[in-house]
């Protein structure tokens, strides 16, 4: 089965910051790689798939990036409503996989 | 509106066993893949399950394999998910989410809130 390794596991930033998430993977799966926002008590919010295509509604601060086996999730300008905790979910094989979250908090 | 509302939920002995059901709405409930994911208090994402659109392909992860099972009923909008010989480690918030009309390529957007499976003695 393919790992997914996110890192860190906590970061702490302030409103404004430049935040970025890395994601790595056992093995190649191209761009089969989705990003996942989720906030305490509610359902995970699907921000990014294929590595670095935006779900429609997600704002443009966010992007990501990445192929094979090493990917990133970028927030341009860390905003009041992006504390929360971020997962990478690989989509290369029939067995999914999300990495173990990385929880952004307020500085 | 798309809409995924699990039910089946509760507090089961370790060995009983539960039927999740997830019922759906607001789309063309037989063009779409359908996933499990669970979250055990505190933890992370953890896929469960999933299957097609007409149940020929349905997958697992290792830990549950022999011992869930997952269907549809596409004249009921419905999945289920048919939970055996219960472990504590099976104790999580299950969320049933719809995938694509193609390929095998994960939740996306739309989730359920989540029902609560507690396994203890």
């Known amino acids: 089965d393919i790992q997914m390794t996110q890192s860190p596991s906590t970061l702490s930033a302030s409103v404004g910051d430049r935040v970025t998430i890395t994601c790595r993977a056992s093995q190649s799966i191209s761009t089969w790689l989705a990003w996942y926002q989720q906030k305490p008590g509610k359902p995970p919010k699907f921000l990014i798939y294929r590595a670095s295509i935006l779900e429609s509604g997600v704002p443009s601060r966010f992007s990501g990036s990445g192929s094979g086996t090493e990917f990133t999730l970028t927030i341009s300008s860390l905003q009041p409503d992006d504390f929360a905790t971020y997962y990478c979910q690989q989509y290369n094989s029939y067995s999914l996989t999300f990495g173990g979250g990385t929880k952004v908090e307020i500085k | 509106e798309v809409q995924l509302v699990e039910s089946g939920g509760g507090l089961v002995q370790p060995g009983g066993s539960l039927r999740l059901s997830c019922a759906a709405s607001?789309?063309?409930?037989?063009?779409?893949?359908i996933y499990w994911v669970r979250q055990a208090p505190g933890e992370g994402l953890e896929w469960v399950a999933n299957?097609?659109?007409?149940?020929?392909?349905?997958y697992y992860v290792d830990s549950v394999k022999g011992r869930f099972t997952i269907s549809r009923d596409n004249a009921k909008n419905s999945v289920f998910l048919q939970m055996n010989s219960l472990r504590a480690e099976d104790t999580a918030l299950y969320y049933c989410a719809r995938g694509s009309q193609g390929s095998n390529d994960g939740p996306g957007g739309y989730w359920g809130q989540g029902t609560l499976v507690t396994v203890s003695s």
């Open positions: 299957i097609n659109q007409d149940e020929s392909k349905k």
């Open positions: 607001g789309f063309t409930f037989s063009s779409y893949w």
